[in-house]
Nanobody, 120 residues
Framework: VQLQACGGGLVQAGGSLRLSCAASGTFFSIHDMGWYRQAPGKQRELVAVVTSVGSTNYADSVKGRFTISRDNAKNTVYLEMNNLKSEDTAVYLC???????????????WGQGTHVTVSS
């Protein structure tokens, strides 16, 4: 299962960006989809995750500013980021886990990452 992320860029503090990540492949079922980020010199951290039934969880640092959603028909996850701050600057990576249909094989895939830079 391959993930393709897009939507990053340069934005001023207080601005907004929308990231999207589409999963492709054949015969798979996705369970959770999420966004992580990694800033220079820092560990990768969870930003937000959404389950197959729409339950969400957010890092405390983005609650109230970021919204994660997914379109199951398109196997796509979105991250709406509002009121961006300089500390949101990072490479954002999407992640998806699930199973290969017709088997018990699980997968856990990562997208290639998209850069988000917030200027103050």
């Amino acid at each position: 299962v391959q993930l393709q992320a897009c939507g990053g860029g340069l934005v001023q503090a207080g601005g907004s960006l929308r990231l999207s990540c589409a999963a492709s492949g054949t015969f798979f079922s996705i369970h959770d989809m999420g966004w992580y980020r990694q800033a220079p010199g820092k560990q990768r951290e969870l930003v937000a995750v959404v389950t197959s039934v729409g339950s969400t969880n957010y890092a405390d640092s983005v609650k109230g500013r970021f919204t994660i959603s997914r379109d199951n028909a398109k196997n796509t996850v979105y991250l709406e980021m509002n009121n961006l701050k300089s500390e949101d600057t990072a490479v954002y990576l999407c992640n998806a886990d699930g199973t290969i249909l017709g088997s018990t094989r699980a997968f856990n895939s990562w997208g290639q990452g998209t850069h988000v830079t917030v200027s103050s």
